[in-house]
């Protein structure tokens, strides 16, 4: 169910997890937040430690927000799952994922199913992934990956004990 918070919403919402510390799971899916929404959660998880759980999934988050996100997950210690599956974040937004992945140590969880992401970007997150021991769940169905990023994603995460590939 929808509350259409959109990104003015977020922003309240942002202003809010800056000063959080109950708060550790926060779902959103499916409210209008596109990419002024995303980067202003962004900015707010970069302080938040308390937060283990964020949904964002089926929003209008592209590129932009998700490098937003990509920005908290270099220095957020806390984050172990986050859905952002069914956005628009395209290429540049899987690369800018990849880079936060290969430095975060701590997600353990990724949705990123339906976002259109193409061989491209499946090679940017199999790049992060090859150094990246923490993650053990990746969706990443419907995205128009092909044999060559598929095979990619296999390669980056073969012989991990226990790993969950969706694609």
Do not use: C, Q
């Not at 202003?15 to 499916?30: D, E, I, P, Q, W």
């Not at 932009?64 to 990509?70: R, S």
């Amino acid at each position: 169910m929808s509350n259409n918070i959109g990104d003015e919403g977020a922003a309240a919402l942002a202003s809010a997890l800056r000063v959080n510390g109950v708060l550790t799971n926060l779902n959103l899916f499916y409210n209008s937040i596109g990419d002024e929404g995303a980067a202003v959660l962004g900015k707010a998880l970069e302080g938040n430690a308390v937060l283990t759980s964020l949904d964002v999934g089926s929003n209008n988050i592209g590129p932009g927000g998700a490098a937003a996100i990509a920005d908290a997950l270099r220095v957020n210690g806390v984050l172990n799952t986050l859905w952002l599956g069914h956005n628009n974040i395209g290429v540049e937004g899987a690369k800018a994922i990849g880079g936060a992945l290969a430095a975060n140590g701590v997600l353990t969880e990724l949705d990123l199913g339906g976002n259109e992401i193409g061989d491209e970007g499946a090679t940017a997150l199999a790049s992060a992934l090859e150094v990246n021991g923490v993650l053990k769940n990746i969706d990443l169905r419907y995205n128009s990956l092909g044999d060559e990023g598929k095979g990619v994603i296999r390669d980056a995460v073969s012989g991990r004990e226990g790993f969950k590939l969706e694609m």
